[in-house]
């Protein structure tokens, strides 16, 4: 898919509107924890490789993080561009236009990404990634550091996105079923690899968590995911200070669960549970507040195998090729 490229000026998109918060993301900031420095990167990785790969990119390139919709843009210059994720109404100066697909926009053109109606993030890349500050190896913004992105923030209106100067001679398609499934259904099981912290939690406290059911909370964000339910008390003062990963769930003194996402802390003193599935910390990215969840234990090699296959399914499938 990227072979088909041509060169010409390059151009920008001009943000009229930028919704909630609209990030700028690569694939994530790596070797910096030392630091304190935090991963960043998409909150939906699948949906973010998707859009990369539709666009014709390498792996990882940077594209845009749209919470929950309302972005509206103009082209300054020919631009081609694709949005993935959950569904949202799509326009191009008013008329509908299709997600999983790669636009082509002409100068004065206007793309307006409506609200989601099931999902929390959609993603938008365009041929050769948009141009992005770069800072400790990657241009994922981190909001609450002022790193990456355009000057550490979300977009603001007026903002001049630069993209780079390659199109792609054909579309790319990618059908409904070989989409990734956003809503959450009635108490989404989510795959955890215990760690060896749950011992100190105990048997009995961690068969009560497994059977239990959890809402989304409203104060969940990239940092972390909140979950409400009923409160298990594990009675453990907190714990020195250690390494805080990515979908770690960590237990609050009120006994309530945090799941650590993409802006996650570097360290923690809370007691640990386990860690989430990647595969699933994308799943329970799009998950909206009040959303109700359950947990389900497997092992290491459990969750090795369930990576390998989705890697292979991701590299697999075949969008469908289409004229412009």
């Known amino acids: 898919m990227r072979s088909a490229a041509s060169a010409s000026a390059p151009g920008f998109l001009e943000v009229i509107a930028p919704g909630p918060q609209s990030l700028l993301q690569d694939s994530g900031r790596r070797g910096q924890w030392h630091l304190g420095i935090t991963s960043a990167g998409p909150m939906d990785r699948l949906s973010f490789d998707w859009a990369n ?47 999983w697909q790669l636009l082509a926009l002409k100068p004065g053109d206007r793309i307006d990404i409506g609200y989601t109606r099931e999902g929390c993030r959609l993603y938008v890349a365009v ?6 500050t770069s800072a400790f190896g990657s241009s994922s913004t981190v909001v609450r550091e002022g790193l990456g992105g355009l000057d550490g923030r979300p977009l603001l209106s007026g903002d001049r996105l630069k993209v780079a100067n390659e199109h792609r001679h054909r579309s790319f398609f990618l059908p409904l079923e070989l989409r990734p499934v956003y809503a959450p259904g009635d108490g989404a099981a989510l795959r955890v690899i215990p760690c060896l912290q749950a011992r100190i939690l105990g048997r009995s406290w961690r068969r009560k968590f497994f059977a239990a059911r959890y809402r989304v909370a409203s104060e969940s964000d990239r940092m972390g995911i909140r979950l409400e339910g009923e409160p298990l008390d594990h009675g453990i003062a907190r714990l020195l200070s250690e390494a805080v990963t990515p979908g770690a769930i960590q237990i609050t003194p009120d006994g309530q669960p945090i799941i650590m996402m993409r802006d996650h802390q570097t360290i923690g003193g809370y007691p640990k549970l386990g860690t989430l ?14 959303a109700e969840v359950c947990f389900i234990p497997i092992t290491p090699g459990r969750a090795l195998a369930l990576l390998r296959q989705t890697k292979r399914r991701f590299e697999t499938a075949s969008p469908i090729a289409l004229a412009w």
């Open 277 to 290: 599935l990647s595969l699933d910390c994308d799943r329970l990215a799009q998950y909206p507040s009040g």
């Open 127 to 132: 041929p050769g990634g948009f141009h992005a």
């Open 53 to 99: 790969r539709l666009a014709g990119n390498p792996p990882g390139l940077t594209a845009l993080e749209v919470t929950f919709g309302g972005l509206r843009m103009v082209a300054h210059h020919s631009v081609q561009l694709v949005v993935t994720g959950p569904q949202a109404p799509i326009t191009v100066n008013q008329r509908p236009a299709s997600q």
